[in-house]
């Protein structure tokens, strides 16, 4: 038996429960992976609530994970029971057991230095963070604004544009600005007399910025003098690029490759994600509600439990 997230109807964190079921089978092409972590996105719940159409049915919950790869199907070549991986775009990811098809296309190997933790979080954030950050295409000397520079996408942008050898302006809770300097990313508080502190940190103007929030601050950007096509936005809606002419580039922008990369560039220490807080697979409302409202520096995870320890494994311990 296996236990997975789901939900029947559309609604608040409410709908969701852990069920049990079956343990799904690797068929013909396909990879079972065991999961270890799975990541959570604003996305989850907007899903969950119906803004992107009526469930049909019963569904899974979730899209990012990472684990150890139990069954391999007929067929399938380049991965073997016991090898370490991640992913997304799976429907029902917060599930004990998943079943990937086309792995070849769909999973990827977790890098020595990067934790399987960190992984199990970086499919959603890490694909729309670098597609962004392609589309403004911070240069050498520039300034950027970066909104949400603690949050799973904002915190890696921040870094990839650190990295182009750009200077970074963080927007962010003050409880997170220590984190921020830390990396080199300069913080800068959210609310009331923003527009000024902009202006005061950044005299001379800004070049390019990525925005996390809704559409005023975009306006705010604009009237900031920042290029309309310097400016990417994931948090207004796409109607954003039509009415004002900036980019909305996210994980459909991504390139396939653009996994590994980032997962080698964080094994190799190049950027850092951190892991805000782990909880239990039966927590999974309580985890939604603290990505909410606490807005946590990186990523907030769910953590499923591993396989217990084969007799093999035992008496390696005793012998």
Known sequence: MSRIVQYSENGGLDRLRVSEGETPEAGPGEVRVR?????????DWKILSGAFGPVEGTAGNGADFSGVVDQVGDGVEGFSPGDLVFGGHIAGAQAEHIVVG???RRLHRVPRGLGIDAAGGLNIAGRTAIAGIRAIAPAQGETVYISGASGGVGI???????????????????????????????????????????????????????????????????????????????GAG??????????????????????????????????????????????VREAYRFLREAHPAGKVLLRLEAAPLTEEQRRSLTS
């Open 156 to 234: 890696i942008a921040a870094q990839l544009a650190l990295n182009l050898g750009a200077r970074v302006i963080g927007g962010a809770s003050e409880a997170n600005h220590a984190l921020l300097r830390s990396l080199g990313i300069e913080p800068l508080a959210y609310g009331e007399g923003l527009e000024q502190r902009l202006r005061d940190a950044a005299p001379e103007g800004l070049h390019a910025a990525y925005s996390t929030q809704d559409q005023a601050e975009v306006e705010l950007l604009l009237s900031l003098d920042v290029p309309a096509d310097r400016i990417n936005a994931i």
């Open 238 to 283: 796409p109607q954003v690029a039509e009415d004002r002419g900036v980019r909305v580039d996210g994980t459909a922008n991504a390139r396939p490759e653009d996994l590994d990369w980032l997962a080698q560039a964080i094994a190799y220490g190049h950027l850092h994600l951190p892991v805000a807080r782990v909880f239990a697979l039966e927590e």
């Open 102 to 104: 086309r792995p070849a």
């Open 35 to 43: 999961v270890l972590y799975a990541g959570l996105n604003p996305v």
